[in-house]
């Protein structure tokens, strides 16, 4: 069966602007910008037919979402598409140390050493299994032929990924901002990107 899905990033909250570590485990909301970009991608793609709306578990994507929910799209929460688990850097301000350990992690996985994850935290080939579980539930679902799925930047990044065949090692060259869209479709067989990185919403902002 064909699906089209359209990926996007939730919207900014304060702690994307302060540069504080969110991943799987802070529950932060959207700040007024967040809102004003999520109003924008609504007003942008509100004639598309979706059928279902996919979010993550956390706040901040089903507030990206919310304008589409109020129409009665119906929805539904995966964990698949919670973010990464940063461990013990979650919650704390990006100052040199932290910087540092990212960038060493995140060098070793372009290196293609994709079991490794900050302390406490998730690999990428921890996160692309549970991802592969809500991508598989997704397909299952017959009637649903257009899906609007909200998730987070660095899982939105290795999703692209192994959908599409590219190897996870190089996530970070999928560019990707608050609410940054990528349109997939899928044939029944693969995934082929149809829209890459589009941010004509926010032009105005």
Same mark, same amino acid.
């Given at each position: 069966?064909?699906?089209?899905?359209? *990926?996007?990033?939730?919207?900014?909250?304060?702690? /994307?602007?302060?540069?504080?570590?969110?991943?799987?485990?802070?529950?932060?909301?959207?700040?007024?910008? #967040?809102?004003?970009?999520?109003?924008?991608? %609504?007003?942008?793609?509100?004639?598309?037919? *979706?059928?279902?709306? %996919?979010?993550?578990?956390?706040?901040?994507?089903?507030?990206?979402v919310r304008p589409f929910l109020e129409q009665g799209i119906p929805s539904e929460e995966l964990i698949g598409l919670d973010e990464i688990s940063w461990g013990i850097y979650e919650g704390k301000e990006q100052d040199e140390t932290i910087m540092?350990? *990212?960038?060493?992690? +995140?060098?070793?996985?372009?290196? #293609? /050493?994709?079991?490794?994850?900050?302390?406490?935290?998730?690999?990428?080939?921890?996160?692309?299994?549970?991802?592969?579980?809500?991508?598989?539930?997704?397909?299952?679902?017959? %009637?649903?032929?257009?899906?609007?799925? $909200?998730?987070?930047?660095?899982?939105?990044?290795?999703?692209?990924?192994?959908?599409?065949? +590219?190897? +996870? $090692?190089?996530?970070?060259?999928?560019?990707?901002?608050?609410?940054?869209?990528?349109?997939?479709?899928?044939?029944?067989?693969? *995934?082929?990107?149809?829209?890459?990185?589009? +941010?004509?919403?926010?032009?105005?902002?």
């Open positions: 069966m064909r699906k089209t899905f359209y *990926f996007i990033r939730h919207g900014q909250t304060d702690l /994307n602007l302060k540069g504080i570590v969110q991943g799987r485990g802070i529950d932060s909301p959207l700040n007024e910008t #967040g809102h004003k970009q999520a109003q924008a991608f %609504y007003e942008a793609f509100n004639h598309v037919p *979706f059928d279902k709306i %996919y979010t993550s578990t956390l706040l901040r994507t089903k507030q990206t540092t350990g *990212f960038e060493e992690v +995140v060098s070793s996985w372009r290196d #293609g /050493n994709l079991d490794l994850s900050i302390e406490l935290g998730e690999s990428p080939n921890q996160l692309v299994a549970r991802q592969q579980e809500a991508i598989s539930y997704m397909l299952q679902q017959k %009637y649903e032929e257009t899906l609007l799925v $909200c998730m987070h930047g660095r899982a939105m990044r290795i999703m692209l990924c192994h959908l599409t065949g +590219v190897p +996870v $090692c190089l996530m970070d060259d999928f560019p990707h901002t608050n609410t940054a869209l990528y349109v997939l479709e899928y044939n029944g067989s693969y *995934f082929e990107i149809v829209d890459h990185y589009n +941010v004509k919403h926010l032009e105005n902002l």
